[in-house]
């Protein structure tokens, strides 16, 4: 009945209280503890503040505390993901995926971290420019990477940043001439016109424009896009 309400609520009130003295009490001596041990005891004070206590300044804190001492301890990097993910603090969470991205030697897992940290960036933080500095990052890892180069390509329409296309075009025109095949020689003709385009109708540089659709025309099988673009500007 009631009698029984109570008394399972005062013994989780006892219960927690219980947790946060010892909760406390493990930070304390992490303090005083060599580094090991420190360690040990921040990871104690982090697990009764974040999953007994649902103190999260608390974790947060002793979390901090352990990947100071261990950067590379797993259950520290979890919690204040979890944290901070559920808190929508995604600024913050930036700060861990990027820690976690220094410390992994995969290619693969660091394109998904540093794809992810970019959509964060852009899409819950709104910071387009941080966006496309870790798009470009991501492309230094993994130049092939289609979906990141078209990511990359409509933030910096997005950002008026047409000098910093111009140049993100350009290095990729050179890297497709390196490689062989019908695939990349379509895709660097098709770039070198989106350029000639930039050139023409954004930075004002008719004279490279032109240069970039006369090679166009002389490398291109079918250059009907070509003609008809230079068609139009007579």
């Known amino acids: 009945g009631v009698a029984t309400v109570h008394q399972a609520v005062d013994h989780l009130a006892a219960d927690a209280e219980a947790y946060q003295h010892l909760a406390i009490a493990y930070a304390e001596e992490a303090v005083r503890a060599e580094t090991s041990l420190a360690a040990q005891f921040h990871r104690r004070a982090a697990t009764l503040y974040h999953e007994k206590l649902a103190d999260l300044s608390g974790a947060v804190s002793q979390y901090q505390a352990l990947l100071k001492l261990e950067p590379k301890d797993e259950k520290a990097m979890a919690g204040l993901d979890t944290i901070y993910r559920n808190t929508d603090a995604y600024a913050e969470l930036v700060q861990v995926l990027r820690h976690r991205a220094s410390l992994t030697?995969?290619?693969?897992?660091?394109?998904?971290?540093?794809?992810?940290?970019?959509?964060?960036?852009?899409?819950?933080l709104f910071d387009l420019q941080g966006a496309a500095a870790t798009l470009r990052e991501l492309l230094a890892l993994a130049p092939d990477d289609e979906p990141s180069f078209q990511r990359l390509q409509s933030l910096l329409e997005t950002l008026e940043a047409f000098e910093s296309l111009a140049e993100l075009y350009g290095a990729e025109t050179r890297r497709l001439l390196e490689k062989r095949g019908r695939e990349p020689l379509q895709?660097?003709?098709?770039?070198?016109?989106?350029l000639a385009r930039l050139y023409e109708e954004r930075l004002g540089a008719r004279a490279q424009a032109v240069q970039l659709l006369q090679q166009l025309l002389s490398e291109s099988a079918e250059p009907i896009?070509?003609?008809a673009y230079l068609d139009a500007g007579q």
Do not use: D, N
């Open 225 to 227: 896009e070509v003609v």
């Open 105 to 124: 030697a995969g290619v693969e897992r660091r394109r998904e971290l540093l794809g992810e940290i970019a959509q964060i960036q852009a899409e819950k």
């Open 187 to 194: 895709k660097r003709l098709k770039i070198t016109f989106a």
